[in-house]
């Protein structure tokens, strides 16, 4: 094998004979389908029941519906409201297939699809710059890791992260300048936070390299460059600026410094701390981000003890000793290879993109969305390709002419030790979050109501897979209360309280007029909550538990009209028909 090392700053490398190449690829297709496979064709399997499916679906997917079915889900609010928030390139994507298939099973099928980019783009970044066994260790450090495939399950807009970010840093290492617009234009079509790393990756790599590592570019006048990247800026612009458009009629977005007012966007609210202020650093962000990358998912190898997994936002990883030693030999040899390399060095341009956007989207919060979504991304890519190469460069350090396999080797080495002590062999139920119990029968009798039917209930739990399962229209839920923009915070606020003065009320007048204000039709009533309150987000947590109290002086009105004007029962679920209520 060849040293990139080696290589002049203008020479090619020495091209390989078409037969080793396809051999290398052959074995290296072959050995991680031996590997991966069997988690792999298990979770096609999971995804192919219908009543198994992401969480975030129950948010980002059911509006869909409304293009498959004209019927569904009209003169919505929530409804509109998704549709309005969605990546451009994204709801094109799904309008087009829905209006020839059921939007849900797209969302079962792209993410496989995706995954299969993702890994031909770090396959290839890997072998170009450090040949066909850096290959092998970077798509195998992919698939060990649960991280990866869970971010895509579902086909939700993040699932195109992983795609663009990993074609960002093929187009880097390849220096192919003009693909990597197109991936900047992509990503803000698909993904706009993708979009907008790759697009200063793109602005660094032509406006501050110098002509010898801007490979595909060394000969562009500066004026050409700063076409470039004024064109690629103007058309990832008109990607985003229909969404800009449209989430406007939904009031400004919340600053941090608006907690007081918005609770919901606060401590104890709807997100969790890595989603609100105060915002962690990057170094921060990056820790936990390489622990959920390295450490895999499913069941370790045979032999090997299971790794101590990381699956929570919200606590600090006990990182293992072997982590953190490969975490260092692929950052060491990394920056050694960098030194002497074009290749790696612009690769890690998508590194510097990162520490410059992070702190930039922290700083204007929200305008930029969320700021660890500029972390969430490169890191894992850059995590799963820096370990190979820099195993390789390390390898370079002891090589001469008759020694050239000890730079394989090491690769082999390196990525060996992290994928038998931290790896697993894949998990087949990653990112299938929710699983209903078929025996449910309540998900059937809510489908059967009419088209126009608005049912409500405690917005957590059932409720959010109403819109997904029954295909019908909620008053409120929990993964459809989102706590962004002002207006619709506002109107979320106004139907959750609505919802929790029914829900506990003494008397018919709060039932009659979430009916008649709010246009709903049918309650649903889990019975276990009137001997204990539901939990909620703040402020909402507290309103509950407080009407939960005063309900205590009297009978409960929405149990009192259950004689006839319940229309299901259950165990502890029951469903009220509001057109059906009488006064006592």
Not at 3 to 14: I, M, N, Q
Not at 266 to 282: A, E, I, L, M, N
Request: aromatic share 10%; glycine share 8%.
């Amino acid at each position: 094998m060849t040293d990139p090392t080696s290589y002049s700053r203008t020479a090619a490398p020495p091209p390989q004979s078409r037969r080793r190449r396809l051999i290398a690829l052959a074995i290296i297709v072959i050995s991680l389908a031996g590997m991966f496979g069997p988690s792999l064709v298990a979770h096609m399997r999971h995804a192919a029941e219908p009543l198994w499916f992401n969480d975030d679906c129950r948010a980002y997917i059911w509006p869909m519906l409304r293009y498959h079915d004209p019927s569904l889900f009209q003169n919505d609010y929530i409804t509109q409201h998704f549709l309005d928030v969605m990546p451009s390139g994204y709801k094109l994507l799904y309008r087009g297939w829905s209006m020839l298939a059921d939007p849900r099973v797209l969302s079962k099928a792209l993410p496989y699809a995706l995954l299969l980019v993702f890994l031909a783009t770090v396959g290839v970044t890997g072998w170009k710059l450090a040949g066909p066994v850096a290959a092998w260790g970077a798509i195998a450090l992919c698939l060990s890791s649960s991280h990866f495939l869970g971010c895509m399950t579902g086909g939700l807009p993040r699932a195109f992260a992983f795609p663009v970010v990993g074609a960002a840093a093929m187009a880097l290492t390849l220096g192919r300048p003009i693909v990597l617009a197109v991936v900047v234009c992509l990503g803000a079509a698909l993904y706009a936070a993708s979009g907008l790393v790759s697009g200063v990756a793109l602005a660094i790599y032509l406006l501050l390299l110098p002509a010898p590592d801007r490979a595909g570019a060394q000969n562009w006048s500066l004026r050409r460059r700063m076409i470039v990247v004024a064109i690629t800026a103007l058309i990832s612009g008109l990607m985003v600026l229909p969404t800009m458009i449209q989430t406007r009629a939904y009031g400004s977005m919340i600053h941090p410094d608006q907690i007081t007012t918005y609770p919901e966007a606060g401590p104890g609210g709807r997100y969790s701390r890595k989603d609100r202020p105060p915002y962690r650093t990057v170094g921060a962000e990056a820790m936990g981000l390489i622990h959920k990358t390295l450490v895999g998912g499913g069941d370790p190898w045979p032999g090997m003890m299971p790794p101590t997994r990381y699956d929570h936002d919200d606590s600090v990883p006990r990182i293992p000793a072997l982590l953190i030693c490969v975490v260092c030999l692929g950052a060491a040899g990394a920056t050694l290879l960098a030194t002497r390399n074009e290749a790696v060095k612009r690769l890690l341009i998508l590194l510097l993109a990162v520490l410059l956007i992070h702190p930039v989207a922290v700083v204007v919060a929200p305008l930029l969305h969320l700021p660890a979504r500029y972390v969430d991304y490169p890191v894992p890519v850059l995590t799963v390709l820096l370990i190979p190469v820099g195993a390789f460069a390390l390898g370079s350090l002891a090589s001469a002419p008759n020694r050239a396999w000890l730079r394989p080797a090491a690769i082999l080495a390196i990525c060996l030790a992290s994928l038998l002590g931290l790896g697993g062999r894949g998990n087949p139920d990653i990112g299938y979050t929710v699983r209903v119990d078929p025996k449910n029968t309540i998900y059937r009798f809510l489908a059967s109501l009419p088209n126009d039917a608005v049912i409500a209930g405690w917005p957590y739990g059932l409720l959010d897979n109403v819109p997904y399962l029954s295909q019908r229209r909620t008053l409120i839920t929990f993964e459809n209360h989102a706590v962004f923009h002002q207006e619709f915070v506002k109107e979320m606020r106004r139907r959750m309280i609505a919802l929790i003065e029914a829900y506990f009320a003494t008397d018919l007048p709060p039932l009659t007029r979430l009916r008649k204000d709010f246009g709903v039709t049918h309650l649903v009533l889990d019975l276990r909550h009137y001997s204990r309150p539901p939990a909620y987000f703040k402020p909402f947590g507290a309103y509950a538990a407080e009407m939960f109290r005063k309900s205590r002086q009297g009978a409960i009105e929405a149990e009192w009209q259950l004689t006839w004007a319940g229309v299901y029962r259950e165990d502890h679920l029951a469903v009220l028909d509001l057109n059906q209520l009488r006064p006592q």
